[in-house]
């Protein structure tokens, strides 16, 4: 297809909640073009987020494609679409439109600054509303340039948002039998949290700045330099200092009017930083995490990704997940963070490949016979 064609992504996402997610894509979502890495042609990037969806592609260009999605429209609970606020009125596919057909349907918006005001028309992209938002104003080294968080936290917040609304809507709707419309952007988002450091300013006209590691308010709490890698390790109260210098054997500090209280210590941060620096690059950290185990402080080494997956409480909570990919083949993907006690929350479907499930959505959701899939997609309605 060329190079504008609209597309619609479907996702179902259990056996009784169906929702639609839109792309404005030529042949799917982005990130299956984000790598390397790749697996068998696959990007890693994709089948990171996308498992447990099935995959329709119709072009949104041809009536009979509007006319399909309206269908789908009706039998879903929950429509998620990030279009440019406006572009899809010209389809005949906004949240107004849709809800004269399909009361009851759960419209989630999500865009780069919201659906209306002077930035409204522009796209979002995760670096940006990060930047904007103040967020790399306040990451990176304390006297260093910003920094971007190392994964995407704005939109992965987003999409948290987004999720808890949703929830919240279709609770609401068991009340009501009425779906509505859901704002999320990622200006808002990344704004909402910068929770303390936004009350330091609103509240005491303190500006934000650079901390690295460290925390703006309690002192200790950083990472440290040890031997062979880093520690981070905290003391949020007076008495975690007490065990932390009992453990570095440095008591004499809780005499130090210096230290004596958390204010104490943050307006002396550097001169105690300098002298906990020291000690703990006199150990590894498998040294420091053998003193520190059972003091009740809180304390954990800085992992790369091997030791991540490899870390005996992340591989008991099950945080990864072995799939079969039609054409990657054996994958692995991260658990789940969130166990229930009576549901089922696991991997059922691996990531799809593009348009993978047109003829079961359409055959199951919409019920079309054979026939009427064929023609749909001789006339490239559907792929």
């Keep these: 297809m060329g190079k504008y064609q609209k597309f619609i992504h479907v996702n179902k996402y259990c056996e009784s909640l169906v929702g639609i997610t839109f792309y404005f894509l030529d042949g799917g979502d982005e990130t299956r073009n984000w790598g390397p890495p790749f697996v068998n042609g696959e990007s890693a990037y994709f089948l990171s987020i996308n498992r447990n969806k099935k995959s329709i592609s119709i072009d949104m260009k041809m009536p009979k494609g509007r006319d399909l999605i309206k269908e789908l429209a009706i039998k879903s609970d929950v429509l998620v679409e990030n279009f440019v606020p406006g572009k899809l009125s010209t389809f005949g596919l906004d949240y107004e439109s849709l809800h004269k057909i399909a009361p009851h349907l759960v419209y989630c918006s999500i865009t780069g600054y919201g659906s209306s005001g002077p930035y409204s028309a522009r796209p979002g992209f995760d670096v940006i509303a990060a930047s904007e938002s103040g967020l790399l104003h306040i990451t990176g080294p304390e006297d260093g340039e910003p920094c971007k968080v190392g994964v995407a936290m704005t939109d992965l917040s987003t999409g948290l948002y987004a999720h808890g609304a949703i929830m919240a809507a279709l609770l609401q709707r068991m009340k009501t039998g009425k779906g509505q419309k859901i704002d999320c952007d990622l200006l808002s988002t990344q704004v909402s949290l910068l929770v303390n450091i936004s009350s330091n ?183």
Excluded at 231 to 256: P, R, W
Aim: proline content about 5%; overall charge positive; charged content about 25%.
């Design 201 to 383: 300013y609103l509240n005491g006209k303190k500006e934000a700045k650079r901390w690295g590691t460290a925390h703006e308010s309690i002192v200790p709490y950083q990472a440290f330099k040890t031997k062979d890698g880093y520690i981070t390790v905290g003391a949020a109260s007076n008495k975690q200092f007490k065990i932390l210098c009992e453990i570095l054997k440095v008591q004499h500090f809780l005499a130090d009017p210096k230290y004596l209280s958390n204010k104490d210590r943050v307006q002396n941060r550097k001169v105690l930083i300098s002298e906990l620096t020291n000690i703990f690059s006199k150990k590894t950290t498998q040294q420091w995490l053998n003193m520190l185990e059972g003091s009740g402080i809180p304390y954990g080494p800085v992992n790369n990704m091997e030791q991540v997956f490899n870390d005996p409480q992340v591989i008991h909570n099950k945080m990864i997940l072995d799939m079969v990919h039609p054409t990657a083949g054996d994958i692995k993907v991260t658990g789940p963070a969130v166990k229930y006690s009576d549901s089922v929350n696991e991997g059922r479907l691996p990531p799809p490949i593009f348009a993978e499930h047109t003829d079961v959505i359409l055959s199951k959701v919409l019920s079309y016979s054979e026939t009427e899939i064929q023609n749909l997609r001789k006339s490239r309605v559907v792929f």
